[in-house]
């Protein structure tokens, strides 16, 4: 039995992770016409057509989907035997880390953690970009380094988690408003116009649900996609917002918090990244930081 080119792991690593025979030409420095004998040969190889036509792109078939995560991880791990072992030196380290986070983290967190990257490596610049969705692909592709965040069933079972912090919902509301005096009840705080807080604009969430088991219901005169703009309302309003409370503390200065007065459901918020950066160094270092810096930030 001939022993086959592994090197055609390499092309089929990119052509999956691309869906375009162009794109992963580009990638690998290939001509196009170079690429697609290479597709032909993966498709002698393998015995399937890996990428079948609809209508001007490519798309995987079930054989193709299924090789997926194991060939990159695959290349991942020979990429990692083949690579020289290296001492990590912090302070001659230069290297820019992307972080996808939701609001607030940066506002709460970010300070620290750039102090203490200055301190331990003056030539790391870290890069946040915002979090719209709890898909995986720009941790697998490599735009993203590290996110944070609540893990989602979206998210792709290879992606590494490590937990970072617990939150709980409180309530936020104007400095003045009425629910600054006197004890608050499930009632009290149902009565009050609310903000809800959806990406995808759902009128409904966690808040509700909790509601229902005091046969009560809010009423939600808006919505909006985020933390930042529920407290600029509510802080210019009557309105009150509902919020993960370790997660907006500098957004909330000047305004009155109070604990909700009814059992809510319990945040958690993780790191996540992809395990092809398990073994490596600065990524270790960087992930020991965010850990560090989310533990003692309270």
């Not at 193709?64 to 990692?80: F, H, I, M, N, T």
């Not at 936020?172 to 903000?195: F, Q």
């Amino acid at each position: 039995m001939s022993t086959p080119d592994f090197n055609l792991l390499v092309t089929l690593d990119v052509l999956l992770a691309e869906g375009n025979v162009a794109r992963a030409a580009q990638r690998l420095r290939l001509s196009p016409s170079a690429m697609s004998r290479a597709l032909a040969r993966l498709r002698e190889t393998t015995g399937d057509p890996l990428l079948v036509r609809a209508g001007r792109g490519l798309v995987p078939t079930p054989r193709a989907l299924e090789l997926r995560e194991r060939v990159s991880q695959l290349v991942q791990d020979a990429q990692a035997v083949l690579r020289p072992a290296e001492t990590l030196n912090l302070k001659q380290l230069v290297r820019t880390f992307t972080l996808r986070t939701r609001e607030g983290f940066v506002e709460n967190f970010g300070p620290d953690l750039i102090a203490r990257v200055g301190a331990e490596a003056p030539g790391v610049r870290l890069c946040f970009v915002q979090k719209q969705d709890k898909e995986s692909r720009s941790l697998r592709d490599g735009t993203v380094d590290l996110e944070t965040g609540v893990v989602g069933d979206v998210m792709s079972p290879e992606v590494r988690t490590r937990v970072l912090f617990r939150d709980r919902f409180i309530g936020v509301a104007r400095a003045g408003h009425a629910l600054s005096r006197g004890k608050i009840t499930p009632a009290r705080y149902a009565a009050g116009r609310h903000i809800g807080i959806s990406r995808r604009g759902l009128a409904e969430g966690p808040i509700d649900a909790a509601l229902k088991a005091f046969g009560l219901e809010r009423q939600i005169a808006t919505i909006v996609g985020g933390f930042s703009a529920a407290l600029a309302l509510a802080r210019a309003s009557d309105l009150i917002a509902t919020v993960p409370e370790r997660h907006t503390g500098n957004l909330r200065v000047g305004m009155h918090s109070f604990p909700l007065p009814f059992p809510a459901p319990e945040v958690i918020i993780s790191m996540l990244w992809h395990p092809r950066m398990d073994a490596d160094p600065a990524h270790r270092w960087l992930r020991g930081l965010v850990l560090d810096i989310c533990a003692a930030t309270r």
